[in-house]
């Protein structure tokens, strides 16, 4: 994602918002992957590439909030949305220079959620798996 924004962006303009579309491909690339037959992931690792590119500070807020709240509660999903939700408040409040990239970063922290609906649901069922150790079995079907 950072080599996406740093290096192939610049080649096509100096747009903030260029550099966010052309990384916004990357991500797609990782979550749809062709290689694993359309189910990838790794979007939200590709996402913080692409905006450690365009704005690094805020990715360290994102950061923040994703090891507090893994540490926190166990639950790595859990920790990957809300980080993602902090992205436009961290682009807001510490990149005035890139306040255009505010309203994208929204979206992508919207479609991070919905990419998770799943794990949404396991979160809410008491079922979803924590870093280092499972999940307790839900009800049996």
């Not at 590439?49 to 923040?64: N, Q, T, Y």
């Not at 790595?76 to 510490?94: D, E, H, K, N, R």
Request: proline residues 5%; contains cysteine.
């Amino acid at each position: 994602g950072t080599l996406a924004v740093v290096a192939f962006a610049p080649q096509v303009s100096d747009s903030a918002l260029v550099a966010m579309l052309v990384g916004a491909m990357a991500v797609v690339g990782h979550v749809f992957s062709v290689f694993v037959g359309g189910k990838g992931g790794k979007g939200v690792a590709t996402s913080a590439g692409v905006m450690l590119g365009l704005a690094p500070a805020a990715v360290a807020i994102c950061m923040l909030v994703w090891l507090v709240l893994v540490r926190a509660t166990g639950y790595v999903s859990l920790g990957s949305m809300l980080g993602a939700m902090a992205l436009p408040i961290g682009l807001y409040v510490l990149h005035p220079d890139r306040r255009e990239l505010v309203l994208p970063s929204v979206a992508l922290a919207a479609l991070i959620v919905l990419l998770h609906r799943a794990n949404i649901k396991r979160l809410l069922n008491g079922t979803e798996n924590r870093f280092g150790r499972r999940a307790a079995p839900g009800p049996a079907a």
